[in-house]
């Protein structure tokens, strides 16, 4: 962690200056984070799948450590508290700049060159640090909670980043005008601060938020609360609370709020399955059709144009089902599961 966070300290001071360490340093940082919370579950899994975990050889730094993609995994699937799929992708882009910086960078030749190169890297950074400083203070503050104060002070330290970025802000601000004049609602963005996050502003459809300043993304979907008539938002996850009542919802409320009525009642008239399986997150029966004909994964907030059924269990899921008539889907094993035991 002290690693970590001198790497990360030190990304951010070099950022004006000496952009191609910055950038290094940052995705060092970041993969240091993701080992830390490996760390904290059992040294081994900090060790490359390429070659077998050994204590003496750890100890002494004489080892491979994994890799995005392999921390990534083991995240997911031995620690069991994998990244989003936004997350993932906001520690590849860092990690991907990294790898160039080191083989191919080049100093800019001019001066618009070079703030354009300093721009690009602030946004990555400040989205990247979004998503890790979530997590740090969320759902790992468990293994993370004694640098808390560390961490805070990094926030803090990433303002410098935010009034780098203001002059983006400024070119933008006839763009946020016309969106706000064509009915969206803009607000403040949670990696760069700037009144730059905007919003479809409609009811019952999966929309992307998007800062016009960092890039910042985010899918989301907004439902009428049952309880009290407000507008609640669902960002990123089919998970939210309303603002006004305070009422908890999952994506089984998203689902009662848009589901075509219609077309469900004439499916289970006819036999047919009503909703279908994620296979992105396992989510079971959140997929539903909505008036448009398209379905729904009100667990990720991700629109399907159309499901396949699984050959085997005959239920429809946004998975590929090529091969489901033997191996299964995410819901069942198939018919090898089903020989098996024989
Ligand atoms: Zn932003
Ligand atoms: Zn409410
Ligand atoms: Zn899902
Ligand atoms: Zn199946």
């Not at 995705?27 to 080992?35: D, I, N, P, R, Y």
């Not at 997350?87 to 618009?112: E, G, M, P």
């Not at 002059?167 to 969206?184: I, K, N, S």
């Amino acid at each position: 962690m002290d690693n970590a966070l001198d790497f990360l300290t030190r990304a951010i001071d070099e950022f004006q200056d000496s952009p191609k360490y910055s950038v290094i340093h940052f995705s060092a940082a970041v993969e240091q984070f993701l080992k830390a919370r490996l760390m904290a579950e059992h040294w081994s899994l900090v060790v490359s799948d390429r070659q077998p975990a050994d204590w003496d050889k750890f100890t002494s730094g004489n080892f491979q450590s994994v890799t995005l993609a392999e921390a990534a995994s083991k995240l997911d699937k031995v620690v069991r508290s994998g990244l989003s799929a936004d997350a993932l992708a906001a520690f590849s882009t860092v990690a991907n700049h990294r790898n160039r910086a080191i083989h191919f960078f080049h100093s800019a030749h001019t001066d618009k060159e070079a703030q354009s190169e300093l721009r690009r890297i602030a946004k990555e950074q400040l989205v990247a640090w979004l998503h890790l400083h979530r997590l740090l203070q969320n759902r790992w503050s468990d293994t993370f909670g004694p640098w808390l104060e560390n961490i805070d002070s990094i926030e803090e330290k990433l303002r410098s980043y935010r009034d780098f970025l203001s002059m983006v802000f400024d070119e933008v601000t006839p763009e946020l005008q016309r969106y706000r004049d064509a009915g969206a609602l803009v607000e403040a963005c949670a990696a760069c601060s700037f009144e730059s996050m905007v919003f479809a502003n409609e009811l019952n459809v999966i929309d992307t938020a998007t800062c016009l300043v960092c890039g910042h993304a985010f899918r989301c979907i907004t439902i009428e609360c049952p309880s009290c008539e407000e507008q609640v938002r669902f960002e990123g996850e089919g998970f939210a609370t309303c603002e006004h009542c305070n009422t908890s919802f999952e994506p089984e409320h998203i689902a009662d709020a848009i589901e075509d009525e219609g077309a469900a009642y004439e499916a289970a008239k006819e036999g047919d399955a009503v909703r279908g399986n994620c296979g992105d997150c396992d989510g079971y029966h959140s997929v539903v059709r909505v008036p448009s004909g398209q379905w729904v994964a009100t667990c990720c907030l991700v629109e399907h144009e159309r499901l396949e059924t699984c050959e085997w269990c005959n239920e429809p899921n946004t998975g590929d089902m090529e091969m489901s008539y033997h191996s299964g889907c995410n819901m069942c094993d198939g018919h090898a599961g089903w020989t098996k035991g024989d």
